[in-house]
């Protein structure tokens, strides 16, 4: 019988290539858990800026005392005026974040347009996702109100767009 220690001894061969690919796996491992750690920060922090910018604004209180309000029944094209004649009230609690808005008529559609420099794709999705349930409660007041007032397939489609008139979001509401 051979024993282990009287066997020769062979070569061992330098894998090389195995050492290098499990090196360059690391590294790309090493390097995705860096980026996503990145990207999460980046998400955090836009988080919380817009946070601090709804917190100024007071938009969720402006909202949630403008949907508290019975609305009588109103036309596509009384509900409009109503929004134009609001409209200096709404920029003034905006803090600023709202440039100007305006609401137009289109048979039973009625389009509110507003504007703001301030916004982005990135702020649009978070003030819309803290407002968006006092944003509905105002459309469909709006869309009740031109329903009663025998208005047929009301509709109300809210236009957020930056400085350059660029939709960055439509809400489309129907009764």
């Known amino acids: 019988m051979n024993s282990r220690k009287n066997r020769p001894q062979r070569k061992r061969k330098s894998h090389w290539g195995r050492k290098l690919l499990i090196f360059l796996i690391s590294l790309l491992v090493v390097l995705g858990l860096i980026g996503t750690g990145a990207v999460m920060l980046e998400r955090y922090i836009v988080k919380n800026e817009t946070t601090k910018i709804l917190q100024h604004t007071g938009l969720s209180t402006a909202l949630s005392t403008a949907t508290s309000k019975s609305v009588p ?96 979001k439509t809400l489309t509401y129907t009764k």
């Open 73 to 168: 029944a109103a036309s596509p094209t009384e509900t409009a005026k109503q929004l134009n004649d609001y409209a200096t009230t709404i920029e003034q609690k905006a803090g600023g974040l709202i440039d100007s808005t305006k609401a137009t008529v289109n048979g039973s559609t009625v389009t509110y347009n507003v504007a703001s420099s301030k916004i982005n794709r990135f702020t649009v999705a978070a003030l819309v996702a803290a407002n968006g349930d006092s944003i509905e409660k105002i459309a469909n007041q709006a869309l009740s109100a031109m329903t009663e007032s025998g208005t047929a397939n009301p509709e109300v489609v809210i236009n957020l767009t930056n400085d350059k008139g660029q939709v960055i």
